[in-house]
């Protein structure tokens, strides 16, 4: 019904960069917070970054002022500049929304299937 489809993952060096978009599709009739969670083998879901429909930002402590994220409400999209980018940033990174759809008066979670960062030391 409702779609999140991620792209821009891939193989970086260490101290390189990426871009992630994240572009969501569907009938939808608003989008309230966006954000971007990552998960490595082994280890727990955690956020990244995550913005309001008003452009406000949230980092987690690892990854800020190394990664950057932000939106364009008009084409229901986020976006996570990754810059500096460590082994440790390996993950399967998933985007996620607060969707209202037509007809509901509910905002529900949506999940991207995810896409996969690999930095190489």
């Known amino acids: 019904q409702v779609q999140l489809v991620e792209s821009g993952g891939g193989l970086v060096q260490a101290g390189g960069s990426l871009a992630l978009s994240c572009a969501a599709s569907?009938?939808?009739?608003?989008?309230?917070?966006m954000g971007w969670y990552r998960q490595a083998p082994g280890k727990q879901r955690e956020l990244v970054a995550a913005?309001?429909?008003?452009?406000?930002?949230n980092y987690a402590d690892s990854v800020k002022g190394r990664f950057t994220i932000s939106r364009d409400n008009a084409k229901n999209t986020v976006y996570l500049q990754m810059n500096s980018l460590i082994p440790e940033d390996t993950a399967v990174y998933y985007c996620?929304?607060?969707?209202?759809?037509?007809?509901?008066?509910?905002?529900?979670?949506?999940w991207g299937q995810g896409t996969l960062v690999t930095v190489s030391s």
């Open positions: 996620n929304a607060g969707v209202r759809k037509v007809f509901s008066s509910r905002y529900l979670e949506v």
């Open positions: 569907g009938s939808i009739f608003s989008i309230n917070s």
């Open positions: 913005i309001t429909r008003g452009g406000s930002t």
